[in-house]
T-cell receptor
């Protein structure tokens, strides 16, 4: 079975600073990977996804993520954070075959200081 | 605007009440999901329907009863809930066709449930 770990419960950055949110997964084969964002009181919105191909994936809102098989990681990055990026971020990992339901991490809460 | 619509957005109910949460997806998907999100807990998958058939029930108490009349609509019927059932209930959908691209899950805005 697959699993996903987001080691940071909270991350605090200053507006304009760069951001990296960590995600590590455990899965025996090539996984498919997602990042979602949840603003307060809202549902989860898909930021980006990786299935295959280029390991650097571009998403919405200026986010990108890089799949590193050797490190079993799929970290989310943004070069310059805006105050509106304050939210909860979820990484998810799923199998490339069989059951199609991804497993979600516990989330990382991003706090942005002015 | 989301392709998955949930109503009501907020619901307060007593422990003896019967209420229902409704979800409608406008994405042409075949799979629909109910998730529970409680404070300080991971996202919990409750039920999955694929082509109107229930394919997952993650040991959810019987006071939660799902219904999927067609691929576009999903309900969660609530009966004799407990205060600890207060949470954000998220509906989601995906193509559910087994393809890689079909595995992307799209969420609704959620229904905030408070049990008093």
């Amino acid at each position: 079975a697959q699993s996903v770990t987001q080691p940071d419960i909270h991350i605090t950055v200053s507006e304009g600073a760069s951001l990296e949110l960590r995600c590590n997964y455990s899965y025996g084969a090539t996984p498919y990977l997602f990042w979602y964002v949840q603003s307060p009181g809202q549902g989860l919105q898909l930021l980006l996804k990786y299935f295959s191909g280029d390991t650097l994936v571009q998403g919405i809102k200026g986010f990108e993520a890089e799949f590193k098989r050797s490190q079993s990681s799929f970290n989310l990055r943004k070069p310059s954070v805006h105050w509106s990026d304050a939210a909860e971020y979820f990484c998810a990992v799923g199998p490339s075959g069989g059951s199609y339901i991804p497993t979600f991490g516990r989330g990382t809460s991003l706090i942005v200081h002015p | 605007e989301t392709g998955v619509t949930q109503t009501p957005r907020h619901l307060v109910m007593g422990m003896t009440n019967k209420k229902s949460l409704k979800c409608e997806q406008h994405l042409g998907h075949n799979a629909m999901y109910w998730y529970k999100q409680s404070a300080k807990k991971p996202l919990e998958l409750m039920f999955v329907y694929n082509f109107k058939e229930q394919t997952e029930n993650n040991s959810v108490p019987s006071r939660f009863s799902p219904e999927c009349p067609n691929s576009s609509h999903l309900f969660l019927h609530l009966h004799t809930l407990q205060p600890e059932d207060s949470a954000l209930y998220l509906c989601a959908s995906s193509q559910g066709d087994g393809s890689l691209s079909g595995n992307t899950i799209y969420f609704g805005e959620g229904s905030w449930l408070t049990v008093v």
